[in-house]
């Protein structure tokens, strides 16, 4: 409901998502979308970009492996992972969660796991989430209770949803979420009015980032993890257990929180692009 996105209900004629047409070869589908991003990143050169920074965005060092629909129902996602690491490229896995027979047979962990949610009982998730599989929550639960065997770092990633997610109640369900899945972060991200959500849910649905802050403290409250980091321009904020940023690429030169930052455009507590694992 929340997603930006076009789903298959927003539209008149038939389309069906998980029908799967054809499979692409891993290699080609990296190949490809470096050659994509390479296209779209040159369309910065006529606008003052300096140099440098045009050659390094030609060559990508993140992926995240998202966008519609479901990531792991593409089956060599594992050989896709690897090709990515192949060529130096860390790789962020996003997902629904209905896939936990995928995730625990997967070729080679990714970089770093997220596991999407907006809701916290089953009664809100087949209202809110309309899933398009059977026993969908059951089999999130199944994600969320076999996350602590993973050994990359791993993302609870909460759209939070005023007037829906961000009460007492939900701070309550999401932290017995949390209690079974251990992430290593949790990632508090505000609902944003725009692409055809703005068709289910209203502005007013859309919190501020000191409403997004506050309900992350009162979830830090109930869980035990403390809150870490925040962007006021992304209406994001971040809690995890462990002190300092997990480096998987770069080198890290702050910590994740600068107690003398006092500015409003950027992250407030960030690490250098590319070292602190958090989409």
């Not at 759209?159 to 017995?176: H, L, P």
């Not at 859309?206 to 869980?223: D, I, Q, Y």
């Not at 870490?228 to 971040?238: D, G, I």
Request: aromatic share 8%; glycine share 6%.
């Amino acid at each position: 409901m929340h997603c930006w996105r076009l789903r298959p209900t927003d539209m008149l004629d038939e389309w069906d998502e998980k029908s799967i047409v054809g499979i692409d070869d891993p290699r080609f589908i990296v190949e490809m979308s470096i050659i994509e991003h390479r296209r779209t990143v040159s369309g910065y050169k006529a606008h003052g970009v300096p140099a440098h920074v045009i050659r390094e965005a030609m060559n990508p060092r993140h992926v995240a492996i998202s966008l519609t629909g479901e990531n792991t129902l593409y089956p060599r996602l594992g050989e896709l992972i690897k090709e990515y690491h192949r060529r130096g490229i860390t790789t962020f896995l996003v997902t629904r969660a209905v896939r936990p027979d995928i995730l625990a047979n997967l070729d080679e962990e990714p970089s770093q796991l997220y596991i999407s949610l907006e809701t916290y009982d089953e009664e809100g998730y087949e209202f809110f989430t309309a899933p398009l599989v059977a026993n969908a929550w059951r089999l999130t639960l199944e994600t969320l209770e076999m996350l602590p065997s993973f050994t990359c770092p791993t993302v609870i990633r909460i759209t939070a949803v005023k007037g829906w997610n961000m009460d007492e109640k939900a701070v309550k369900g999401f932290s017995k979420l949390i209690e079974i899945s251990m992430p290593t972060f949790i990632e508090i991200k505000a609902y944003m009015h725009i692409g055809t959500s703005i068709t289910r849910l209203s502005r007013e649905n859309m919190p501020t980032h000191e409403e997004v802050v506050r309900f992350a403290e009162e979830l830090a409250k109930e869980t035990g993890y403390r809150l870490v980091s925040q962007s006021k321009p992304s209406r994001v904020a971040l809690l995890s257990l462990i002190d300092k940023p997990v480096i998987r690429h770069g080198d890290a030169k702050i910590s994740w929180w600068d107690p003398d930052y006092e500015g409003e455009d950027e992250y407030e507590g960030q690490s250098i692009y590319g070292a602190l694992i958090t989409k």
